[in-house]
């Protein structure tokens, strides 16, 4: 009885227990999921500290977890984010099987150059004149939590809470 026991304790403590990776092996699949993703769920919060969620198309233009987005200088986001800095950003990879949500502070960008650095050409059809209707959202990371079945990157077993980095 004990002999096939053990072979059940060894699959499912396999199961349980994440994968430990070093910081660059975790950033790196996140970076994968983050780059996978067609979009992400940008969170804000309202005059009443009230979250504020919509599906948003992100430019990630290189592996330190910057993002940019565009949005309509009108937008309520704006003044959001005008009252108040912080902002979540959340990726899901395609199969649904991984996720990673970063935490982070934004800033507004209206210079042309930056916009001229930051844009994306799938922007161009929603902004009749990119200097005047549109702001570049630029978020930068605070910290960053992954959850990747795939890589058996898993929450705590009892509180399910995800691996999570630091960003300094």
Known sequence: MIIRIVPFLILVS?????QEYS?????KISL???KESNFCVFIT???LGNP?????DPYIPNDDFVVYLVTNPLSRKVKQLENDSRVVLNFQSIDGNSYVTISGTSSLLNNPEHKKKYWKESWTPHYKNINKSSLLIKVVPKSLEMISIPNNVLGDSITWKPKKIDFN
């Open 52 to 56: 504020q969620a919509r599906l948003m």
């Open 32 to 34: 994968d999921i983050v």
């Open 14 to 18: 396999q199961f349980v227990f994440s």
């Open 23 to 27: 910081e660059t092996q975790f950033k």
């Open 45 to 47: 919060l309202d005059s």
